[in-house]
């Protein structure tokens, strides 16, 4: 249910050949969500995993269990309905998983002979009327009649043991079928956590420590040395791709582009190559300085703020308000961007004063910038700098 094709061109990737995002834009529509403390809180993967073993049927099926079936049924029904109303809004889910989805009671109504309808003494033809306390009736595309059920009652295990050969090799296929829905499920939490719990850490301590593109070397070494200070780290990650090839599509404008197209069976394993793709053309999800909510560095120049507008002064954004606090930051902490404002400040009052030309308030800021970077790069004693850039 959750796997998808991406077909990778540069900076860009396509989700089953027509939807289009930036590389990193993916992961982070997820960094920007809190579903990760409903995952945590309520054990939602252990629930799910004791939930999938709970409605296989066996011929040792307990009464306990056949008892609790119906009600082990609508718990995982209420999660995995929690779980599409998260994906509604994150991508590539949004676009691509459809209304009519497989459900859990459509996947059980699959293998209605294992399950009890009360019909056994009903000799009329099924009908959109047709109700028993275990379902009601509906009709097929084929025109035909059949129950629907709702509720749901499993044979018990005597019942079970006197199955032929047929049932029995019907009852592991639908073992198998309920063990690969849950798994699905259970994956996609599971890369859900990972994003908070691999990819976040390593973007916020190691990706931007530098505040600045890491090149080559430096992203390799940031990237051993996270996975060695993180008992949860990339090498625990097994990128899962069933098919790889080129194909041509057809992009915004018309050209034809040359893709690598690559089937993907879970989310973990898209963003995992999704992510590093990404990095390599300088697209890289950074978590804004001001809001502290993620945004996508897109290539071009690196930023520590975001563009979103702020909600007491949507005239602003935090790009703007944040660039002035950290220049007053390192004004106010900074001896060499002390010194800077000030002769800025004095040389700025010249100029205004008619005292100096544009040209040389302009040659002066260049020398000036020049210097203080020298200064901060420490190619010039604070001595040197102080007296040259009062001048």
Same mark, same amino acid.
């Given at each position: 249910?959750? /796997?998808?094709?991406? $077909?990778?061109?540069?900076? =860009?990737?396509?989700?089953?050949?027509?939807?289009?995002?930036?590389?990193?834009?993916?992961?982070?529509?997820?960094?920007?969500?809190?579903?990760?403390?409903?995952?945590?809180?309520?054990?939602?993967?252990?629930?799910?995993?004791?939930?999938?073993?709970?409605?296989?049927?066996?011929?040792?099926? =307990?009464?306990?269990? &056949?008892?609790?079936?119906? +009600?082990?049924?609508?718990?995982?029904?209420?999660?995995?309905?929690?779980?599409?109303? !998260?994906?509604?809004?994150?991508?590539?889910?949004?676009?691509?998983?459809?209304?009519?989805?497989?459900?859990?009671?459509?996947?059980?109504?699959?293998?209605?002979?294992?399950?009890?309808?009360?019909?056994?003494?009903?000799?009329?033809?099924?009908?959109? @009327?047709?109700?028993?306390?275990?379902?009601?009736?509906?009709?097929?595309?084929?025109?035909?009649?059949?129950?629907? *059920?709702?509720?749901?009652?499993?044979?018990?295990?005597?019942?079970?043991? !006197?199955?032929?050969?047929?049932?029995?090799?019907?009852?592991?296929?639908?073992? +198998?079928?309920?063990?690969?829905?849950?798994? +699905? #499920?259970? /994956?996609?939490? @599971? +890369?859900?956590?990972?994003?908070?719990?691999? %990819?976040?850490?390593?973007?916020?301590?190691?990706?931007?420590?530098?505040?600045? #593109?890491?090149?080559?070397?430096? *992203?390799?070494?940031?990237?051993?040395?996270?996975?060695?200070?993180?008992?949860?780290?990339?090498?625990?990650?097994?990128?899962?791709?069933? /098919? %790889?090839?080129?194909?041509?599509?057809?992009?915004?404008?018309?050209?034809?582009?040359?893709?690598?197209?690559?089937?993907?069976?879970?989310?973990?394993?898209?963003? $995992?190559? =999704?992510?590093?793709?990404?990095?390599?053309?300088?697209?890289?999800?950074?978590?804004?300085?001001?809001?502290? !909510? #993620?945004?996508?560095? &897109?290539?071009?120049?690196?930023?520590?703020?975001?563009?979103?507008?702020?909600?007491?002064?949507?005239?602003?954004?935090?790009?703007?308000?944040?660039?002035?606090?950290?220049?007053?930051?390192?004004? !106010?902490?900074?001896?060499?961007?002390?010194?800077?404002?000030?002769?800025?400040?004095?040389?700025?009052?010249? $100029?205004?004063?008619?005292?100096?030309?544009?040209? @040389? %308030?302009?040659?002066?800021?260049?020398?000036?910038?020049?210097?203080?970077?020298?200064?901060?790069?420490?190619?010039?004693?604070?001595?040197? #700098?102080?007296?040259?850039?009062?001048?």
């Amino acid at each position: 249910m959750f /796997s998808f094709r991406a $077909y990778f061109f540069n900076h =860009d990737v396509y989700i089953n050949e027509k939807y289009k995002y930036a590389a990193g834009e993916i992961l982070t529509a997820y960094l920007n969500t809190d579903f990760y403390d409903d995952i945590v809180e309520f054990d939602a993967i252990r629930v799910l995993r004791r939930l999938k073993e709970n409605l296989k049927i066996d011929e040792f099926l =307990d009464y306990e269990l &056949q008892s609790k079936y119906n +009600s082990n049924v609508y718990e995982a029904i209420s999660i995995f309905e929690h779980i599409h109303a !998260k994906l509604k809004k994150l991508p590539p889910y949004n676009k691509i998983i459809k209304p009519d989805y497989m459900k859990l009671d459509d996947l059980i109504n699959k293998y209605d002979e294992f399950f009890e309808d009360g019909l056994r003494d009903y000799d009329e033809e099924i009908t959109w @009327e047709t109700s028993t306390k275990y379902g009601t009736g509906e009709i097929t595309d084929s025109g035909h009649g059949r129950l629907r *059920l709702h509720t749901f009652f499993p044979d018990d295990a005597e019942e079970i043991k !006197k199955y032929d050969k047929d049932m029995v090799e019907l009852l592991v296929k639908f073992n +198998s079928a309920i063990e690969y829905f849950f798994e +699905s #499920y259970i /994956s996609l939490l @599971e +890369s859900y956590k990972n994003i908070f719990e691999i %990819f976040m850490p390593f973007i916020d301590e190691f990706l931007h420590h530098k505040e600045t #593109y890491l090149t080559p070397t430096e *992203l390799a070494k940031a990237f051993d040395e996270y996975n060695k200070k993180h008992g949860i780290n990339f090498t625990k990650i097994q990128c899962c791709m069933n /098919s %790889f090839r080129y194909k041509s599509l057809i992009d915004s404008s018309g050209n034809s582009i040359l893709c690598e197209e690559i089937n993907f069976e879970d989310l973990q394993s898209f963003l $995992y190559f =999704d992510f590093f793709n990404g990095i390599r053309n300088n697209y890289i999800p950074n978590k804004c300085k001001n809001c502290g !909510k #993620y945004f996508l560095i &897109q290539g071009g120049k690196y930023f520590s703020y975001c563009d979103r507008k702020l909600k007491d002064d949507p005239t602003k954004t935090c790009r703007d308000v944040g660039s002035r606090r950290r220049y007053d930051d390192k004004c !106010k902490n900074d001896p060499i961007w002390q010194t800077y404002n000030r002769a800025y400040k004095a040389h700025y009052a010249r $100029y205004m004063k008619k005292k100096m030309t544009i040209s @040389e %308030f302009e040659e002066w800021s260049r020398f000036a910038s020049e210097i203080r970077d020298k200064a901060i790069a420490g190619e010039i004693s604070y001595d040197d #700098y102080y007296t040259q850039i009062r001048k």
